[in-house]
């Protein structure tokens, strides 16, 4: 079975862009996560859906990113307008949600750079 | 505050020792802790789960848990130059809304 599949693996863009990045989680799997990684701040949640339904975005930074998920095998993550302080590496995570089981399983990541 | 608290190390040992690594967390009603692995460059990725108070053991990897004390530990046995990579903390809040929070990550090295 194909893990988490994240696109692009790199991006790199002009601040003021739009910039859409990617997910498709395991199948089967029901809760689908947003991750950001820094040096400074390490992995923070950004949003959180199960069953396709956002149940926790108060990991969003601002107005300027939003999440989707139209369906059980995609998710987009979009920040517009992107901002040099947006350069991170963007995880997408997915887990079949249990009683207590959240093991995750990422993505390669996104490795975003606004110039 | 923050929710879960790892020493960030540097963390160096070398070949053959136990490595060490703990982990303290807020949230007294969590139930579920996890150790992610997280190679330079690459994603985290899970080497262990524990739920209850003791020891679990798998392969070279023993995790330990004291609730009581809000305390959870990875030791790696035998430790090997391959096991060089951040060791991230997780654990689940007691919360409705199940978030996995990170700790920052212990980075280690094994000398060979």
């Known amino acids: 079975d194909a893990g988490v599949i994240q696109s692009p693996r790199h991006e790199v863009t002009e601040m003021g862009q739009e910039v859409t990045l990617r997910c498709k989680p395991i199948s089967g799997h029901n809760s689908l996560f947003w991750y950001r990684q820094t040096m400074m701040r390490g992995l923070e949640l950004l949003i959180y859906f199960n069953n396709n339904v956002p149940i926790d975005d108060s990991g969003m930074p601002e107005d300027r990113f939003s999440a989707k998920m139209p369906n059980a095998s995609f998710s987009t993550l979009k920040i517009q307008p992107s901002e040099p302080r947006d350069s991170a590496v963007y995880f997408c995570?997915?887990?079949?949600?249990?009683?207590?089981?959240?093991?995750?399983?990422f993505g390669s990541g996104t490795q975003l750079s606004v110039l | 505050q923050k929710e879960v608290e790892q020493n960030s190390g540097p963390l160096s040992v070398p070949e053959g020792a136990i490595a060490s690594l703990n982990c303290t967390y807020s949230d007294r009603g969590s139930q579920s802790f996890f150790w992610y692995r997280q190679y330079s460059g690459k994603s985290p990725e899970l080497i262990m789960f524990?739920?209850?108070?003791g020891d679990k053991e798998d392969g070279r990897f023993t995790a330990q848990l004291n609730k009581a004390s809000q305390y959870v530990s990875l030791l790696i046995r035998d430790s090997q130059p391959s096991d060089s990579a951040t060791y991230l903390c997780?654990?689940?809040?007691?919360?409705?809304?199940?978030?996995?929070?990170f700790g920052s990550g212990t980075q280690l090295t094994v000398l060979p």
């Open positions: 995570a997915s887990s079949l949600t249990g009683d207590r089981d959240e093991k995750l399983f």
């Open positions: 524990i739920y209850s108070n």
């Open positions: 997780a654990v689940v809040s007691s919360g409705s809304a199940r978030q996995l929070t």
